[in-house]
Nanobody, 124 residues
């Protein structure tokens, strides 16, 4: 059983930056694909980005590409989401997730474990 705890959310002005962290415990972190998803009020949960376990290659949603960066530190069992040039439309609850799979990094149903979420609010 893997436990995931996100941190780093908060209130930021448009154009600002935040770094989210997700600390994992209870599993072999380096084996897991890690993903970030978000859910805005009244909207469905959507993929933000994901990072592979084997080679740390990262993938991003088009809406955040060039602004957000995912990284992982396997020694610290932590995955990060660096968010720059934030926009009001980035306001959401951000969740990290973990899964053991080879394909489908964009799909939330592929992930077995989820954190409780951290709120990000971007003011205009």
């Amino acid at each position: 059983q893997v436990q995931l705890v996100e941190s780093g959310g908060g209130l930021v002005q448009a154009g600002g930056s935040l770094r989210l962290s997700c600390a994992a415990s209870g599993g072999t972190f380096s084996s897991y694909v890690m993903g970030w998803f978000r859910q805005a009020p009244g909207k469905e949960r959507e993929f933000v980005g994901g990072i592979r376990s084997s080679n740390s290659v990262a993938y991003y949603a088009d809406s955040v590409k060039g602004r957000f960066t995912i990284s992982r530190d396997n020694a610290k069992n932590t995955v990060y989401l660096q968010m720059n040039s934030l926009k009001p439309e980035d306001t959401a609850v951000y969740y990290c997730a973990a899964g053991l799979f080879r394909t489908g990094i964009f799909s939330d149903y592929k992930y077995d474990y989820w954190g409780q979420g951290t709120h990000v609010t971007v003011s205009s």
